[in-house]
């Protein structure tokens, strides 16, 4: 690393979950059925044609990722391996080319590593986000597959996503409109499904609530996911319990909270459909949970006209919820020995 390089003058304590704009990006083209080699820009304008089919039918794909730095200055990413390999079962499921891993992975390191004056130090609370994209770019008016991709990563130093430090109570509003239908793309990280919930969380705010959360699109019964995140339930019987649902995104921060819940915790986990009018009762404790939104304990939910208190007075955070925070952001942070072999250290 060069010493040299110090880090920006920002309030990291103060930041939201918002673009600053940093000072490279990793950009790759896909051609005549070829990866280039893929290198550091400065621009963070992308060029693409009117007629690109990103622009048009939403032929795109992205990941969300978070690079933190550990006390001893190591720079940590949490498991990216998945996030290549969900990016690319989103690729296949829109015809667009795969990222070869080395190259996802080189793409990512390289960014945050070129930005390294704004990855937020270590105990400010803050993380930097990084987010790789896949678009189908170049004239294609007709409705079909791109002919040239771009693949390109950007970061930006991100505060707590809910607007709030630490680990504090959100709530949740039962959407009124589905997010994704059973056989849809509702389990992609594709740009197609969230375009349809912005007027969902629009609603969720104006009823007070922080996030929308979808029930399964064919009955409206069966807890699916929050708008950014999917969703984990303490129940009696040391049971931890989270949706099975094919129209939800399949979270890496979730499939590593009921790994540490399993095998950390003693926990039993259990992945099946959740019935929230009819198991409601049993919620001792609830949280959404996500990159962005770490995990965050639900106080209450807005449904059937009312709003529901998960548990108690919907105020306080529970000791499952709490254990579980503190030993994956321990993991995260290289605070706790990270015994699942989870951390990708980035070479400085
Ligand atoms: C719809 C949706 N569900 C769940 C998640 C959480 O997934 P992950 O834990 O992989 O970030 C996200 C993204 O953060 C999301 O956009």
């Given at each position: 690393m060069d010493a040299k390089v110090?880090?920006?003058?920002?309030?990291?304590a103060e930041l939201g979950f918002q673009y600053h704009k940093t000072d490279y990006r990793f950009s790759a083209v896909h051609r005549d059925g070829q990866w280039s080699e893929g290198a550091l820009v400065s621009d963070e304008m992308i060029s693409v044609h009117e007629g690109a089919p990103t622009l048009h039918y939403a032929q795109q794909c992205f990941e969300g990722m978070k690079a933190q730095t550990a006390e001893d200055g190591r720079v940590l990413l949490f498991r990216p391996e998945l996030n290549s390999q969900r990016m690319n079962d989103a690729a296949g499921r829109l015809l667009m080319p795969e990222v070869p891993q080395d190259l996802f992975l080189r793409g990512v390191e390289e960014a945050v590593r070129a930005n390294y004056a704004w990855i937020p130090p270590y105990g400010s609370g803050a993380s930097l986000y990084v987010r790789p994209m896949l678009i189908g770019v170049g004239e294609n008016l007709g409705l079909k597959p791109a002919r040239e991709f771009e693949f390109r990563v950007f970061v930006s130093p991100v505060g707590p996503y809910y607007q709030q430090q630490g680990l504090a109570l959100i709530s949740l509003a039962v959407s009124e409109m589905d997010r994704a239908a059973p056989r849809g793309t509702g389990s992609y990280k594709v740009g197609a499904n969230y375009a349809g919930g912005l007027m969902a969380t629009r609603k969720a705010q104006e009823l007070g609530a922080n996030e929308a959360l979808y029930l399964d699109a064919a009955q409206g019964r069966y807890i699916d996911e929050a708008g950014s995140a999917n969703i984990i339930i303490a129940m009696d019987n040391n049971t931890l319990v989270t949706p099975d649902s094919r129209a939800i995104l399949p979270s890496i921060t979730r499939r590593s909270l009921m790994d540490i819940a399993a095998r950390q915790m003693q926990m039993k986990t259990e992945q099946r459909p959740v019935d929230l009018?009819?198991?409601?009762?049993?919620?001792?404790?609830?949280?959404?949970?996500?990159?962005?939104?770490?995990?965050?304990?639900?106080?209450?939910?807005?449904?059937?006209?009312?709003?529901?208190?998960?548990?108690?007075?919907?105020?306080?955070?529970?000791p499952v919820m709490q254990e579980l925070y503190d030993r994956l952001t321990g993991i995260q942070n290289g605070e706790r020995a990270d015994e699942f072999g989870w951390l990708h250290e980035v070479e400085l």
């Open positions: 110090s880090k920006k003058n920002l309030n990291w009018r009819g198991e409601f009762a049993e919620f001792r404790e609830m949280a959404a949970c996500g990159t962005a939104a770490v995990l965050s304990p639900v106080g209450r939910i807005w449904f059937d006209n009312d709003w529901h208190v998960v548990n108690g007075d919907g105020q306080s955070v529970g």
